[in-house]
């Protein structure tokens, strides 16, 4: 994507932590106050964690994720996904196609 694209998706949508891979992040223009954490280089970053399951804060009507698509008027629109939403995709994929630990998926919205 273009540079005024992204930052402006990134503007946009408010983000706080930005997940990506080192090769990337030289290319993104990510504003200050956002944090950045490049899965790939910090491979220990986990360690110190607890493997239990964390406490579950989230409210089926929180957001899950946003997509931007292209918008109508060239600039990017972003669409929100509910967990509930997720969930219920997800559900249904497994009743669906029965995926187990072996399984590579794409999700597609």
Do not use: F
């Not at 930052?7 to 408010?14: I, N, Q, T």
């Not at 579950?56 to 629109?77: D, E, F, M, R």
């Amino acid at each position: 994507y273009p540079e005024d694209r992204l930052a402006y998706m990134m503007k946009d949508s408010g983000i706080g932590l930005l997940l990506t891979q080192a090769a990337l992040l030289e290319r993104l223009p990510v504003p200050p106050q956002v944090q950045s954490l490049c899965l790939d280089q910090h491979g220990d970053w986990l360690e110190g964690y607890s493997t239990a399951n964390p406490v579950n804060l989230s409210h089926p009507l929180n957001l899950a994720y946003v997509i931007y698509t292209s918008g109508s008027t060239g600039k990017p629109k972003g669409a929100g996904n509910s967990h509930r939403a997720l969930v219920n995709r997800l559900h249904w994929m497994q009743k669906a196609y029965a995926l187990d630990g072996s399984d590579t998926v794409l999700q597609k919205t």
